[in-house]
DNA sequence: GCTAATTGGTTCATACTATGAATAAATTTA
DNA sequence: TAAATTTATTCATAGTATGAACCAATTAGC
Protein backbone atom coordinates (compact mmCIF):
# COMPACT_ATOMS: atom_id res chain seq x y z
CA UNK A 1 0.00 0.00 0.00
CA UNK A 2 1.76 2.81 -0.89
CA UNK A 3 0.83 6.54 0.27
CA UNK A 4 -0.54 7.90 -3.55
CA UNK A 5 -2.84 4.89 -3.74
CA UNK A 6 -4.54 5.88 -0.35
CA UNK A 7 -4.61 9.22 -1.28
CA UNK A 8 -6.83 8.16 -3.96
CA UNK A 9 -8.88 5.81 -2.26
CA UNK A 10 -9.63 8.52 -0.17
CA UNK A 11 -10.77 10.61 -2.55
CA UNK A 12 -12.76 8.04 -4.03
CA UNK A 13 -14.66 7.33 -0.97
CA UNK A 14 -15.20 10.88 -0.26
CA UNK A 15 -16.86 11.15 -4.00
CA UNK A 16 -18.91 8.33 -3.60
CA UNK A 17 -20.31 9.39 0.18
CA UNK A 18 -21.52 12.53 -1.55
CA UNK A 19 -23.40 10.75 -4.52
CA UNK A 20 -24.91 8.24 -1.57
CA UNK A 21 -25.99 11.10 -0.07
CA UNK A 22 -27.31 12.87 -2.72
CA UNK A 23 -29.31 9.78 -4.46
CA UNK A 24 -30.52 8.61 -0.80
CA UNK A 25 -31.87 12.51 -0.74
CA UNK A 26 -33.71 12.42 -3.75
CA UNK A 27 -35.30 8.68 -3.09
CA UNK A 28 -36.19 10.69 0.50
CA UNK A 29 -37.82 13.31 -1.39
CA UNK A 30 -39.25 11.39 -4.32
CA UNK A 31 -41.29 9.19 -1.06
CA UNK A 32 -42.41 12.53 0.39
CA UNK A 33 -43.92 13.39 -3.16
CA UNK A 34 -45.76 10.29 -2.96
CA UNK A 35 -47.05 10.49 0.86
CA UNK A 36 -48.70 14.11 -0.54
CA UNK A 37 -50.07 12.41 -3.38
CA UNK A 38 -51.64 9.39 -0.79
CA UNK A 39 -53.00 12.08 1.46
CA UNK A 40 -54.55 13.79 -1.58
CA UNK A 41 -55.67 10.56 -3.74
CA UNK A 42 -57.22 9.41 -0.48
CA UNK A 43 -58.54 12.31 1.23
CA UNK A 44 -56.67 11.73 4.76
CA UNK A 45 -53.81 12.62 6.71
CA UNK A 46 -50.99 10.39 5.98
CA UNK A 47 -51.15 9.56 9.43
CA UNK A 48 -54.69 7.83 8.90
CA UNK A 49 -53.69 6.53 6.01
CA UNK A 50 -50.48 4.37 7.90
CA UNK A 51 -52.99 3.55 10.59
CA UNK A 52 -55.66 2.10 8.03
CA UNK A 53 -53.00 -0.26 6.82
CA UNK A 54 -52.39 -1.55 10.42
CA UNK A 55 -55.49 -3.56 10.39
CA UNK A 56 -53.66 -6.38 7.74
CA UNK A 57 -54.00 -9.64 9.68
CA UNK A 58 -55.81 -8.35 12.80
CA UNK A 59 -59.66 -7.84 13.33
CA UNK A 60 -58.99 -5.44 16.27
CA UNK A 61 -56.62 -3.21 17.79
CA UNK A 62 -56.09 -1.04 20.85
CA UNK A 63 -54.80 1.74 20.73
CA UNK A 64 -51.63 0.88 23.06
CA UNK A 65 -50.94 -1.54 19.93
CA UNK A 66 -51.28 0.79 17.48
CA UNK A 67 -48.79 2.86 19.40
CA UNK A 68 -46.34 0.30 19.54
CA UNK A 69 -46.94 -0.16 15.35
CA UNK A 70 -46.92 3.02 14.43
CA UNK A 71 -43.76 3.99 16.95
CA UNK A 72 -46.31 6.77 18.23
CA UNK A 73 -47.25 7.98 21.90
CA UNK A 74 -50.80 6.70 23.21
CA UNK A 75 -52.08 10.28 22.52
CA UNK A 76 -51.57 10.70 19.08
CA UNK A 77 -53.25 7.37 18.66
CA UNK A 78 -56.68 8.48 20.12
CA UNK A 79 -56.44 11.91 18.14
CA UNK A 80 -55.70 9.69 15.16
CA UNK A 81 -58.13 7.19 15.49
CA UNK A 82 -60.81 10.08 16.74
CA UNK A 83 -60.11 11.22 13.12
CA UNK A 84 -60.95 7.72 11.82
CA UNK A 85 -63.74 7.55 13.57
CA UNK A 86 -64.96 10.91 12.38
CA UNK A 87 -64.62 9.73 9.21
CA UNK A 88 -66.81 6.73 9.77
CA UNK A 89 -63.83 4.27 8.74
CA UNK A 90 -63.02 3.27 12.12
CA UNK A 91 -65.28 2.34 15.02
CA UNK A 92 -64.27 1.45 19.40
CA UNK A 93 -66.21 -0.85 21.53
CA UNK A 94 -65.24 -1.68 25.08
CA UNK A 95 -63.74 -5.22 25.54
CA UNK A 96 -66.67 -7.08 27.46
CA UNK A 97 -63.51 -8.35 29.24
CA UNK A 98 -61.75 -5.76 30.16
CA UNK A 99 -63.48 -2.22 30.58
CA UNK A 100 -60.43 -0.13 29.94
CA UNK A 101 -59.43 -1.45 26.58
CA UNK A 102 -61.14 0.03 23.56
CA UNK A 103 -60.92 -2.53 20.88
CA UNK A 104 -60.83 -0.77 17.70
CA UNK A 105 -61.77 -2.00 14.53
CA UNK A 106 -62.49 -1.26 10.72
CA UNK A 107 -65.72 -0.41 9.40
CA UNK A 108 -66.73 -1.53 6.29
CA UNK A 109 -65.65 1.43 4.41
CA UNK A 110 -62.50 1.66 6.18
CA UNK A 111 -62.11 -2.05 5.03
CA UNK A 112 -62.75 -0.71 1.55
CA UNK A 113 -60.29 2.32 2.16
CA UNK A 114 -57.88 0.36 3.27
CA UNK A 115 -57.73 -2.42 0.75
CA UNK A 116 -57.79 0.49 -2.00
CA UNK A 117 -54.02 2.14 -0.02
CA UNK A 118 -52.79 -1.29 0.23
CA UNK A 119 -53.28 -1.72 -3.22
CA UNK A 120 -52.49 1.39 -4.92
CA UNK A 121 -49.40 0.83 -2.88
CA UNK A 122 -48.28 -2.92 -3.99
CA UNK A 123 -49.06 -1.39 -7.78
CA UNK A 124 -46.39 1.38 -7.19
CA UNK A 125 -43.57 -0.66 -6.15
CA UNK A 126 -44.53 -2.80 -8.78
CA UNK A 127 -44.32 -0.56 -11.51
CA UNK A 128 -40.78 0.78 -10.32
CA UNK A 129 -39.67 -2.81 -10.74
CA UNK A 130 -41.24 -3.09 -14.51
CA UNK A 131 -39.48 -0.59 -15.60
CA UNK A 132 -36.29 -2.59 -15.02
CA UNK A 133 -35.78 -5.99 -16.40
CA UNK A 134 -34.96 -9.22 -14.36
CA UNK A 135 -31.90 -9.15 -13.59
CA UNK A 136 -32.19 -5.35 -12.50
CA UNK A 137 -34.51 -6.58 -10.17
CA UNK A 138 -32.45 -8.57 -8.63
CA UNK A 139 -29.80 -6.38 -8.00
CA UNK A 140 -31.55 -3.67 -6.73
CA UNK A 141 -33.23 -6.04 -4.38
CA UNK A 142 -29.72 -7.24 -2.77
CA UNK A 143 -27.81 -4.36 -3.32
CA UNK A 144 -31.05 -2.45 -1.32
CA UNK A 145 -31.01 -4.68 1.42
CA UNK A 146 -26.85 -4.62 2.09
CA UNK A 147 -27.52 -0.74 1.86
CA UNK A 148 -30.13 -0.93 4.72
CA UNK A 149 -28.21 -3.27 6.80
CA UNK A 150 -24.94 -0.72 6.48
CA UNK A 151 -27.65 2.15 7.37
CA UNK A 152 -28.95 0.39 10.42
CA UNK A 153 -25.57 -0.70 11.36
CA UNK A 154 -24.13 2.62 11.16
CA UNK A 155 -26.85 4.15 13.09
CA UNK A 156 -26.47 1.79 15.72
CA UNK A 157 -23.31 2.44 16.32
CA UNK A 158 -24.38 6.15 16.46
CA UNK A 159 -27.01 5.87 19.76
CA UNK B 1 -44.31 -17.70 -23.44
CA UNK B 2 -46.44 -20.64 -21.73
CA UNK B 3 -48.79 -19.38 -18.93
CA UNK B 4 -47.46 -21.13 -16.19
CA UNK B 5 -44.10 -19.29 -16.74
CA UNK B 6 -46.30 -15.72 -16.98
CA UNK B 7 -47.95 -16.64 -13.57
CA UNK B 8 -45.30 -17.45 -11.86
CA UNK B 9 -43.34 -14.51 -13.14
CA UNK B 10 -46.61 -12.19 -11.83
CA UNK B 11 -45.88 -13.75 -8.61
CA UNK B 12 -42.28 -13.38 -8.83
CA UNK B 13 -42.79 -9.74 -9.21
CA UNK B 14 -45.21 -9.36 -6.11
CA UNK B 15 -43.01 -10.86 -3.96
CA UNK B 16 -40.32 -8.20 -5.37
CA UNK B 17 -42.47 -5.59 -5.24
CA UNK B 18 -43.10 -6.45 -1.10
CA UNK B 19 -40.00 -6.75 -0.45
CA UNK B 20 -39.06 -3.58 -2.48
CA UNK B 21 -41.61 -1.85 -0.17
CA UNK B 22 -40.36 -2.62 3.03
CA UNK B 23 -36.40 -2.13 2.62
CA UNK B 24 -37.78 1.54 1.20
CA UNK B 25 -40.16 1.86 4.04
CA UNK B 26 -37.03 0.62 6.58
CA UNK B 27 -34.44 3.11 4.70
CA UNK B 28 -36.86 5.75 5.42
CA UNK B 29 -37.18 4.79 8.92
CA UNK B 30 -33.36 5.00 8.79
CA UNK B 31 -33.10 8.38 7.79
CA UNK B 32 -36.21 9.63 9.77
CA UNK B 33 -34.07 8.48 12.79
CA UNK B 34 -31.01 10.03 11.68
CA UNK B 35 -32.87 13.79 11.19
CA UNK B 36 -34.12 13.59 14.96
CA UNK B 37 -30.26 12.63 15.95
CA UNK B 38 -29.19 15.78 14.11
CA UNK B 39 -31.85 17.46 15.61
CA UNK B 40 -30.71 16.91 19.08
CA UNK B 41 -27.21 16.70 18.12
CA UNK B 42 -26.74 20.20 16.73
CA UNK B 43 -30.01 21.42 18.94
CA UNK B 44 -31.69 22.90 15.95
CA UNK B 45 -35.34 21.62 14.17
CA UNK B 46 -34.56 20.22 11.16
CA UNK B 47 -35.81 22.75 8.98
CA UNK B 48 -33.20 25.38 10.24
CA UNK B 49 -30.96 22.74 9.56
CA UNK B 50 -31.56 22.39 6.22
CA UNK B 51 -31.24 26.11 5.42
CA UNK B 52 -27.75 26.44 7.26
CA UNK B 53 -26.83 23.70 4.92
CA UNK B 54 -28.15 26.03 2.06
CA UNK B 55 -25.14 28.54 2.24
CA UNK B 56 -22.85 26.43 0.75
CA UNK B 57 -21.28 28.17 -2.22
CA UNK B 58 -23.33 31.56 -1.87
CA UNK B 59 -22.91 34.44 0.23
CA UNK B 60 -26.55 36.20 0.65
CA UNK B 61 -29.16 34.03 0.01
CA UNK B 62 -33.15 35.99 0.07
CA UNK B 63 -35.97 34.65 1.35
CA UNK B 64 -37.89 33.37 -2.32
CA UNK B 65 -34.30 31.80 -2.86
CA UNK B 66 -34.65 29.71 0.57
CA UNK B 67 -37.66 29.29 -0.67
CA UNK B 68 -37.19 27.68 -3.70
CA UNK B 69 -33.83 25.87 -2.19
CA UNK B 70 -36.14 24.18 0.18
CA UNK B 71 -39.19 23.94 -1.84
CA UNK B 72 -41.64 25.36 0.59
CA UNK B 73 -43.83 28.95 0.94
CA UNK B 74 -42.10 31.66 1.23
CA UNK B 75 -43.86 32.79 4.60
CA UNK B 76 -42.39 29.65 6.22
CA UNK B 77 -39.28 30.94 5.03
CA UNK B 78 -39.45 33.79 7.43
CA UNK B 79 -40.52 31.89 9.95
CA UNK B 80 -37.12 29.63 9.70
CA UNK B 81 -34.91 32.55 9.29
CA UNK B 82 -36.60 34.33 12.55
CA UNK B 83 -35.57 31.04 14.21
CA UNK B 84 -32.15 30.93 13.20
CA UNK B 85 -31.91 35.00 14.04
CA UNK B 86 -32.80 34.23 17.24
CA UNK B 87 -30.27 31.72 17.88
CA UNK B 88 -27.22 33.92 16.01
CA UNK B 89 -26.48 31.93 13.28
CA UNK B 90 -27.96 34.33 10.66
CA UNK B 91 -28.07 37.72 10.16
CA UNK B 92 -30.32 39.84 7.58
CA UNK B 93 -28.86 43.59 5.80
CA UNK B 94 -31.15 45.22 3.29
CA UNK B 95 -29.98 45.06 -0.05
CA UNK B 96 -28.74 47.75 -1.32
CA UNK B 97 -30.05 47.95 -4.45
CA UNK B 98 -33.41 47.23 -3.59
CA UNK B 99 -35.42 47.45 -0.77
CA UNK B 100 -37.63 44.86 -0.91
CA UNK B 101 -34.91 42.41 -0.64
CA UNK B 102 -33.72 41.32 2.83
CA UNK B 103 -30.03 39.37 2.36
CA UNK B 104 -29.42 36.76 4.67
CA UNK B 105 -25.82 35.91 5.85
CA UNK B 106 -23.88 33.02 7.85
CA UNK B 107 -22.81 34.94 11.41
CA UNK B 108 -19.33 33.41 11.99
CA UNK B 109 -21.51 30.73 14.67
CA UNK B 110 -23.92 29.82 11.63
CA UNK B 111 -20.66 29.28 9.47
CA UNK B 112 -19.04 27.10 12.12
CA UNK B 113 -22.54 25.11 12.70
CA UNK B 114 -23.06 24.82 8.94
CA UNK B 115 -19.82 23.29 8.48
CA UNK B 116 -20.08 20.91 11.40
CA UNK B 117 -23.63 19.37 10.09
CA UNK B 118 -22.24 19.31 6.77
CA UNK B 119 -18.79 17.36 7.72
CA UNK B 120 -21.31 14.86 10.44
CA UNK B 121 -23.59 14.48 7.46
CA UNK B 122 -20.17 13.36 5.12
CA UNK B 123 -19.15 11.27 7.71
CA UNK B 124 -21.95 9.23 8.46
CA UNK B 125 -22.16 8.38 4.45
CA UNK B 126 -18.66 7.60 4.61
CA UNK B 127 -19.25 5.27 7.47
CA UNK B 128 -21.96 3.42 5.51
CA UNK B 129 -19.39 2.95 2.78
CA UNK B 130 -16.98 1.97 5.01
CA UNK B 131 -19.27 -1.11 6.06
CA UNK B 132 -18.77 -2.41 2.34
CA UNK B 133 -16.23 -3.30 -0.48
CA UNK B 134 -15.34 -1.62 -3.20
CA UNK B 135 -17.47 -3.76 -5.70
CA UNK B 136 -20.37 -3.42 -3.39
CA UNK B 137 -20.21 0.02 -3.19
CA UNK B 138 -20.07 0.51 -6.63
CA UNK B 139 -22.59 -1.88 -6.78
CA UNK B 140 -24.63 0.07 -4.14
CA UNK B 141 -24.52 3.47 -6.05
CA UNK B 142 -25.20 2.48 -9.53
CA UNK B 143 -28.35 0.12 -8.62
CA UNK B 144 -29.50 2.87 -6.51
CA UNK B 145 -29.04 5.43 -9.83
CA UNK B 146 -31.18 2.87 -11.35
CA UNK B 147 -33.67 2.68 -8.49
CA UNK B 148 -33.88 6.26 -8.14
CA UNK B 149 -34.41 7.03 -11.75
CA UNK B 150 -37.74 4.38 -11.60
CA UNK B 151 -39.11 6.11 -8.80
CA UNK B 152 -38.89 9.37 -10.46
CA UNK B 153 -40.01 7.88 -14.13
CA UNK B 154 -43.57 6.04 -11.63
CA UNK B 155 -43.69 9.29 -10.41
CA UNK B 156 -43.91 11.55 -13.26
CA UNK B 157 -46.27 9.32 -14.74
CA UNK B 158 -48.45 9.46 -11.38
CA UNK B 159 -48.90 13.47 -11.87
C1' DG C 1 -61.14 -8.05 51.21
C1' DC C 2 -58.79 -4.05 50.71
C1' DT C 3 -55.08 -0.93 49.80
C1' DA C 4 -51.31 0.05 46.46
C1' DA C 5 -49.34 -0.36 42.16
C1' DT C 6 -49.98 -0.93 37.42
C1' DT C 7 -52.28 -0.51 33.00
C1' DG C 8 -55.11 1.70 29.24
C1' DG C 9 -56.82 5.64 27.54
C1' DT C 10 -57.90 10.77 27.22
C1' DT C 11 -57.02 15.72 27.70
C1' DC C 12 -54.19 19.56 27.40
C1' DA C 13 -50.14 22.44 26.70
C1' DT C 14 -46.39 22.77 23.75
C1' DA C 15 -43.30 22.55 19.62
C1' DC C 16 -42.41 21.81 14.87
C1' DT C 17 -43.62 21.54 9.68
C1' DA C 18 -46.20 23.61 6.23
C1' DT C 19 -49.72 26.18 3.39
C1' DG C 20 -52.30 30.08 1.68
C1' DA C 21 -54.71 34.50 2.03
C1' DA C 22 -54.13 39.22 3.11
C1' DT C 23 -51.19 42.94 3.45
C1' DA C 24 -47.41 46.44 3.10
C1' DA C 25 -43.63 48.39 0.85
C1' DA C 26 -40.64 48.95 -3.05
C1' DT C 27 -39.81 48.58 -7.85
C1' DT C 28 -40.92 48.06 -12.67
C1' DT C 29 -43.77 48.86 -16.63
C1' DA C 30 -46.67 51.17 -19.62
C1' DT D 1 -47.34 59.01 -12.83
C1' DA D 2 -50.73 55.22 -12.20
C1' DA D 3 -51.01 50.26 -12.48
C1' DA D 4 -48.88 45.98 -12.16
C1' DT D 5 -45.50 43.17 -10.23
C1' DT D 6 -42.22 41.63 -6.81
C1' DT D 7 -40.46 40.72 -2.06
C1' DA D 8 -41.29 39.77 2.33
C1' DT D 9 -44.30 39.51 6.64
C1' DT D 10 -48.36 38.37 9.48
C1' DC D 11 -52.03 35.49 10.63
C1' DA D 12 -55.29 31.66 10.55
C1' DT D 13 -55.35 26.94 9.87
C1' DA D 14 -54.01 21.97 9.58
C1' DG D 15 -51.08 18.20 10.46
C1' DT D 16 -47.35 15.50 13.15
C1' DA D 17 -45.68 14.48 17.52
C1' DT D 18 -44.40 14.49 22.58
C1' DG D 19 -45.08 14.38 27.51
C1' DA D 20 -47.37 15.54 31.85
C1' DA D 21 -51.53 15.14 34.39
C1' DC D 22 -55.34 12.65 35.03
C1' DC D 23 -59.22 9.05 35.51
C1' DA D 24 -60.91 4.54 35.60
C1' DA D 25 -60.24 -0.29 35.79
C1' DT D 26 -57.54 -4.14 36.98
C1' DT D 27 -54.05 -6.78 39.31
C1' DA D 28 -50.81 -7.74 43.23
C1' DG D 29 -49.75 -8.18 47.88
C1' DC D 30 -50.76 -8.39 52.32
Keep these: MNQLAGKVNEELLDYQALRLQELI ?51 RVTKIVNGLIKKGLVKQIDDPGDARIKLISLTPAGQGKSREIAAFQREL ?32 QLV
Excluded: N, W
Excluded at 125 to 145: F, V
Design 125 to 156: HRQILLRLDADERKGILSYLELLRSAMEAVKE
Design 25 to 75: GEMLQCCEDRKFYETEKFGLPYAELKCLLLFGGERYLTVKGIARKLDVVKS
